[in-house]
């Protein structure tokens, strides 16, 4: 064997050790760690009894990711008697336990608001979504026993559409005949509509995105 092939053969070895090593280090990182599970179940057990009420049990623990989430582990709840899930997760920032209960509740009540417009307008099977900021509550210093109405605060929302579809001349028109809808029938004043075009399989459909703030 050859110098040249020596090396070659030496290069390409220590390449795939080194992407052996990254997975293997991506997979264990991927591993839920048991003690900061219970750590972060026993923490949002405590922070239930003590901010919010009965009405509220966990039903799981999120290992999530910093780069999506606020948090490393989160504990997964549920209002039993609106079944709206949320977080209760512990805000490094702040050094204290939180939760996204206000910006799930505001974002499941504007969906029910809008829901029938959107159904009758752009048909039954739409898909969409709106997100409020996961801090939103602890920002306005919003009690989450009683988050109140969304109407009540100048809080802007972001409301999400995908198409599986491709970009239609009528599309624009549409959608900001929805706007004027959300704005003269006071369902808001505020926020940013997006709208993807992307097909079940997840391709995207168009390039660019449409979107308007208002």
Known sequence: MNKFLKVTLIVVGVIILGIAILVFSFLQSMKPDKEKEEKVKIQAEEYLEEKLNDNFEIYGILHGSLEHYNFEYGAKVRDKKN??????????????????????????????????????????????????????????????????????????????????????????????????????????????????????NGVWLEDDEWSKEF
Do not use: C
Request: proline content about 3%; hydrophobic content about 30%; charged content about 35%.
């Open 83 to 200: 079944k709206i899930t949320f977080y209760v997760y512990y805000n490094e920032g702040k050094d204290k336990m939180v939760d996204t209960y206000t910006a799930n509740k505001w974002a499941d009540d504007l969906e029910n608001e809008i829901r029938p417009y959107i159904k009758g307008n752009f048909g039954e099977t739409t898909d969409f979504d709106v997100f409020y900021d996961d801090t939103i509550g602890e920002e306005l210093d919003i009690n989450s026993a009683n988050p109140g109405s969304y109407r009540d605060f100048s809080v802007a929302p972001i409301i999400r559409f995908n198409f599986p579809r491709k970009k239609r001349e009528e599309d624009e028109k549409l959608f900001n005949e929805f706007i004027s809808y959300l704005k003269s029938e006071d369902k808001l004043q505020q926020g940013t509509v997006i709208v993807g075009y992307v097909a079940e």
